[in-house]
């Protein structure tokens, strides 16, 4: 009953080392050729295995369809199907109760590389014939066209860490409208959101940069002074595992109940309410940690949580939990943190708080008072916004004063230095104009452009500057030409390096400063200094227990084989051949249970003073620890200066950077007296791909 038809899908895919954009070419054909490696790429860098591996959903789930598909005739829709799971658990719980052939499964999955992989494990379960299948949004669904008739159950699971964000509400909305019936029954049957004040120094150096600015008295800003929001993060919540914030926050409320969303009545797109907080310790309330409890059955028996550890644990307020009351650490929905602006607000024991939170279709946003004044500040209208890690990271006094003496040393040697700064980098663009009062700067800003420009002209004159010194190019290094040096050859380049919009990729996808700097050769003086001078690829091997676990291979997901998808999703653990899945980028500090199990390796050098081309490493990892070895975490430190005694490291003891994380085909038993891994690693800057092999020696 799968749906037919020859349709074709395109999905931009971003080469990282050029900025440059391509076309893939998806068939929904069933014969078409095989996908090659960077579409399984795409789905090994989505959450659907990671999602699959979470036992305490999938039998939440389970339990919650069985109780509600009780009528042999329902009408079962399943929305946003991914492998198609939920519907595969409707069809069988309708065959339960004598519905075979009586009543009907229909599911649509937009996504045509998911919705590809949801046919074959139908296939695969025998469930072809008892799935009828759509490759469309439920909105482009019609009732007399794909639909019989109004469906009276309503299966999904279209809900992020914030709940709203995959486009909860307006999917609920057409589907009450357009394709259910009055009196549904569904699965979820509700979603409660719950919040918690915290005080944390670390979410706080997030988001006040200019607290942070004022501590390092360093002569630059970012944030100056009747400008503080002019560079900020987003108002808005960010998804963060905060578990791994346990020892670095105090609750200062017990948790509140913020909104109730169910899901067998049309939502409203907007709503506001105010909440009375009592605070039940003196501080200050520097951020909101939010999380959500799905009601999965009307009953009220079947729940699920994504509340973190510690407030189960610790609060006093009696939060429904799971089923079983066991859930396993996972990735694929996270809490979310909304940091409150400034230095947050007082808070003093017993005394009451006012929050204002208000949601439209895609978000929930918070507003707190003490006695009714406002304590958010909204940004100027020419702010830049970017993620929290990169706010922190600018505000960081140690990494603001090793790249502020590594440009005065590259500078000293250059009185009219003409400069460009390779990449998205405002902070360099200040420094190097503070430094020499005669020098040209040229900022590529190819990510940022035009914000990048109209934030840099709003903060010269606080910075002493004028725009006359630096000129903004906001295109790639391609682009360039004398003309735009003023016919004068370069002898400075610098980078961090950072390109907005890669924050999330791997570490050495940055290497486009590499090149970069390769198609401004002609550009270039003799004399031209580069920095950073070069980057290391490091590794270290790891125990990552649950990371392995929510990325290793699928059998049976409640009774329904799912080996089929295993390859797409670049699984770990009995593939065919000890096939290893991707390399993929995670913060390992939030990534559950960690543990080294080696010192620190040098894996490969990247050398920028040549231009960019292949490369190859390899080095022997002598194990320090016992444990089991899941993976090796990679990163690369920044060289900046040619006697390599200045260094940037973006490895796991900073919490600014995500790492490439390599999963192993099988974990190892490991000790340090028998025990040695030999990785080897190759790099093409064709594909701005990055290889690992590894072979134990034990």
């Known amino acids: 009953m799968a749906s037919s038809g020859g349709a074709r899908a395109f999905q931009l895919r971003l080469n990282p080392l050029t900025g440059d954009s391509e076309w893939l070419v998806i068939d929904e054909a069933e014969d078409a050729p095989a996908a090659p490696t960077h579409h399984k790429q795409l ?10 591996n979470d036992a305490a959903r ?3 789930y389970r339990r919650a369809i069985d109780a509600t598909v009780t009528d042999p005739n329902s009408r079962v829709l399943d929305i946003g199907a991914g492998t198609g799971l939920l519907s595969m658990m409707a069809a069988r719980a309708l065959a339960a109760v004598g519905g075979e052939g009586r009543g009907t499964v229909s599911a649509c999955e937009a996504y045509l590389p998911m919705g590809k992989l949801t046919r074959r494990v139908l296939r695969a379960n025998g469930m072809e014939n008892k799935v009828k299948l759509f490759h469309k949004r439920s909105d482009e669904l019609t009732v007399g066209v794909e639909l019989d008739s109004r469906a ?26 357009e394709l259910l019936v009055k009196n549904l029954k569904t699965v979820p049957y509700r979603a409660t959101t719950y919040g918690v004040l915290v005080e944390s120094t670390f979410l706080w150096k997030m988001h006040d940069l200019h607290s942070s600015e004022a501590t390092a008295q360093d002569g630059v800003w970012l944030t100056p002074r009747g400008t503080e929001n002019i560079l900020s993060v987003k108002l808005q919540q960010h998804a963060m595992q905060c578990d791994a914030l346990e020892d670095e926050i105090r609750l200062l409320s017990e948790p509140f109940k913020v909104f109730e969303f ?8 907007h709503h506001e309410t105010k909440i009375e907080i009592k605070a039940t310790a003196d501080g200050h309330a520097h951020a909101i940690i939010s999380w959500w409890v799905l009601q999965l059955d009307s009953a009220g028996s079947v729940f699920y949580s994504t509340a973190p550890r510690w407030v189960r644990q610790s609060s006093g307020v009696d939060l429904p939990e799971c089923a079983n009351g066991i859930k396993d650490w996972c990735d694929h929905w996270k809490q979310c943190v909304w940091f409150i602006q ?23 946003s918070y507003q707190l008072n003490m006695n009714d004044e406002v304590s958010n500040r909204r940004p100027n209208s020419n702010h830049l916004t970017l993620l929290p890690e990169r706010v922190a990271l600018y505000g960081d006094q140690d ?19 003409t400069c460009i700064v390779a990449d998205d980098s405002v902070f360099l663009a200040l420094v190097v104009s503070s430094l020499s009062p005669s020098s040209k700067v040229i900022a590529m800003l190819p990510g940022l452009r035009d914000k990048g ?4 002209q709003a903060v010269t004159d606080a910075n002493n500057l004028s725009m006359d010194r630096i000129k903004v190019i906001g295109r790639k290094a391609s682009s360039l030409t004398m003309s735009d040096l003023e016919h004068e050859k370069v002898n400075l380049i610098v980078g961090e390096p950072f390109y907005h919009g890669s924050e999330g990729m791997l570490p050495w996808q940055n290497l486009r400063f590499w090149n970069e700097r390769t198609l401004l050769e002609s550009l270039l003086s003799e004399d031209v200094f580069i920095m950073p001078c070069k980057g290391i690829l490091r590794i270290c091997a790891m125990s990552l227990p649950d990371l392995w676990r929510s990325r290793c291979s699928l059998k049976d997901v409640e009774g329904f084989d799912h080996s089929v998808v295993n390859d797409s999703f670049g699984a770990c653990g009995d593939m065919p051949g000890e096939q290893q899945g991707p390399c993929l980028p995670y913060y390992v500090w939030q990534s559950g249970y960690t543990k080294k199990l080696s010192k620190v390796y040098s894996l490969m050098d990247f050398d920028f003073s040549e231009p960019i081309h292949p490369c190859f490493g390899k080095t022997k990892i002598k194990f320090a620890y016992d444990g089991i070895c899941h993976g090796f975490a990679v990163w690369i430190d920044w060289v900046l200066d040619n006697k390599s005694s200045t260094v940037i490291s973006t490895g796991p003891e900073s919490r600014y950077w995500k790492q490439g994380v390599q999963l192993l085909s099988r974990p190892v038993q490991v000790n340090p007296s028998n025990s040695s891994m030999h990785v080897e690693a190759h790099f093409d800057p064709d594909t701005a791909e990055l290889s690992f092999q590894a072979k134990f020696v034990m």
Do not use: C
């Open 43 to 52: 789905l090994a860098a989505t959450s659907y295995l990671d999602m699959l």
């Open 58 to 60: 999938n039998r939440a």
């Open 152 to 177: 009276d159950i309503l299966v999904s699971e279209i809900l992020d860490s914030e709940l709203l964000g995959e486009g909860l509400i307006p999917t609920l909305q057409h589907a009450h409208d």
């Open 262 to 269: 169910d899901f067998w009545k049309r939502p409203d797109s």
């Open 342 to 364: 400034g230095t947050g607000a007082r808070a003093i024991r017993d005394q009451t708080l006012s929050l204002r939170v208000s949601h439209d279709q895609t978000s929930i």
């Open 399 to 417: 990494w603001r004063s090793v790249l502020i003496s590594a440009v005065r040393n590259a500078m000293s040697e250059r009185s009219s230095p």
């Open 453 to 456: 420009f109209n934030y840099l």
